[in-house]
């Protein structure tokens, strides 16, 4: 039954409901966006299983049987016997000396997926816990209570200990949260909404800190946030090759049909539309673009081939009981394993995180050639909009293009895999661990930079596509590339006088971040 102190806002915004049925990355997303609410499932029949293994712990301890982590110490101190009467002050300790965490905090919509991970995987049912811890864990999503959790220091086994433990010193009313636009108290905050700090059962503070839940939700954000980069790198790409005047023909149907890389064929397909128009190709005396542009579907290929396997890895973990021991209740059986080990996400990330760079790469180069005036086919030098006598003092994307290449230069040297570099933790009891989550941080962090040469690839199409038109008045475009085209004029002046683009770029990234732009199927 739901605790009589805990209320539903009212809410027109679809539900993502927890009941151990399977959830998917955009589920994780939608909540942490604030497009859905979050809502534990009232069937009897799931809370019933949740509270059989809970009631199955209590009875072990009636019995005097021995739990790892319940009667025992953590991690290399399982031979620790715990006396019987501090057994339930075992929980608080686990969490008070996890709080050592550093590094920046996770932003409210990583917190958001976070708190969505740790929900999904407690509503398994084997993880020991009571359905009033779930529904704590709910209420700090439908009220956006939201934990301040350090990003840093997490190996990824035994799962997240220390960022988690900060949800689980905010379940009972310690440390703080962001809520309301500003930095409080959690016990201040949970008070005015009414809502009871927990008191741990004995399991409960290892279940909730003991798994992937930080890597995971990470991992469906960039997951997202690597999709729409996909498509929108296609989009730009149609729009270089237009600019700089190259042949379409690089993208034909027949020719992708003899290398049937899905994804690759994919992208080629998108490009194939976007430059469709009712003029033949131009230019096809030069018989071969450079690579950047003839290349690209087999670059930006790689990403859309992984993103489907990633996603089988990451919603597979997300919906995953990920703690340890596992509690049977239906069978009556602690099981003792190492489901806390995010090797599949670290595996994920590290993959991600390289494919995404390369999509930077590949427009870095595409860039490149744009402001080149020994290959970009008649454009002004550094793609500037100024002519006569002031073209002298005006340089265009000059200073854009160096940007570029620095966030690519960046993006390129965090590709190095995170997960190879497992360190032994823990007195050697965690002798082999998969930072998952710093792996998930670097790929975060790739995205970011990624999405910014991104964003000033907007300005550069928005400038050469316009550059071009002065060259070409009959130059026609698919109503794809007409209509994308006509937003980012509403959207970026042309650059004729030298001006900061700083601003330009800040909007393009919010926009870009908001999904603004419809390109392509999903």
Request: proline residues 5%.
């Amino acid at each position: 039954m739901r605790l009589p102190t805990m209320r539903q806002p009212h809410t027109d915004l679809p539900r993502v409901r927890f009941d151990g049925s399977p959830l998917s990355i955009e589920d994780v997303a939608a909540l942490a966006e604030r497009r859905a609410v979050a809502e534990l499932s009232p069937e009897p029949a799931f809370r019933e299983r949740i509270a059989r293994g809970a009631d199955f712990l209590d009875r072990l301890l009636r019995e005097d049987g021995v739990v790892y982590g319940v009667t025992t110490g953590y991690g290399d101190s399982c031979t620790v016997v715990i006396p019987p009467d501090l057994v339930t002050e075992l929980p608080h300790h686990l969490y008070t000396y996890h709080g050592c965490g550093a590094g920046r905090f996770l932003t409210p919509e990583e917190t958001r997926a976070v708190l969505a991970a740790r929900l999904a995987s407690l509503s398994q049912g084997v993880s020991g816990v009571s359905v009033a811890l779930l529904q704590q864990l709910e209420q700090l999503l439908v009220h956006d209570v939201l934990p301040l959790i350090p990003a840093e220091g997490s190996v990824g086994a035994s799962g997240d200990l220390t960022p988690l433990s900060y949800v689980a010193a905010v379940l009972c009313g310690e440390r703080d949260v962001w809520f309301g636009g500003e930095r409080r108290p959690a016990r201040e905050v949970l008070a005015q909404l009414g809502i009871e700090p927990l008191k741990l059962r004995p399991k409960e503070g290892l279940a909730i800190m003991n798994g992937t839940a930080v890597m995971t939700a990470l991992a469906c954000l960039a997951w997202q946030r690597a999709e729409y980069v996909s498509r929108l790198a296609t989009r730009l790409t149609a729009c270089n090759v237009l600019a700089s005047a190259g042949n379409a023909h690089h993208f034909d149907e027949a020719l992708f049909a003899v290398k049937p890389h899905a994804g690759q064929q994919r992208v080629a397909r998108r490009l194939r539309a976007d430059l469709a128009s009712e003029r033949p190709a131009r230019n096809e005396q030069r018989l071969q673009d450079r690579y950047s542009l003839r290349c690209a579907p087999h670059v930006i290929g790689v990403l859309e081939d992984t993103l489907p396997f990633f996603r089988t890895l990451i919603e597979n973990e997300l919906n995953s009981a990920n703690d340890n021991p596992i509690i049977d209740g239906e069978r009556e059986q602690v099981l003792h394993g190492g489901h806390f080990y995010g090797g599949h996400i670290a595996f994920a990330m590290d993959g991600l995180k390289n494919a995404v760079a390369n999509v930077a790469d590949l427009l870095d180069r595409q860039l490149a050639l744009l402001v080149d005036t020994r290959y970009n086919h008649g454009l002004p030098s550094n793609l500037s909009g100024a002519t006569g006598p002031r073209g002298a003092i005006n340089h265009g994307l000059k200073a854009l293009q160096i940007s570029v290449s620095a966030w690519t230069a960046e993006a390129l040297k965090l590709t190095m895999p995170a997960s190879v570099f497992s360190r032994s933790t823990e007195c050697h009891n965690q002798d082999k661990v998969s930072m998952g989550t710093i792996a998930a941080r670097d790929c975060l962090r790739v995205l970011e930079l990624t999405e910014q040469v991104v964003a000033a690839m907007l300005i550069a199409a928005r400038q050469g596509l316009s550059l071009r038109r002065r060259l070409d008045a009959q130059l026609a475009l698919s109503p794809a590339l007409t209509a994308f085209c006509a937003d980012l004029e509403d959207r970026i002046a042309l650059v004729v006088e030298d001006r900061a683009l700083d601003a330009d770029l800040q909007s393009l990234l919010a926009a870009l971040r908001e999904r603004a732009w419809s390109v392509h199927e999903a």
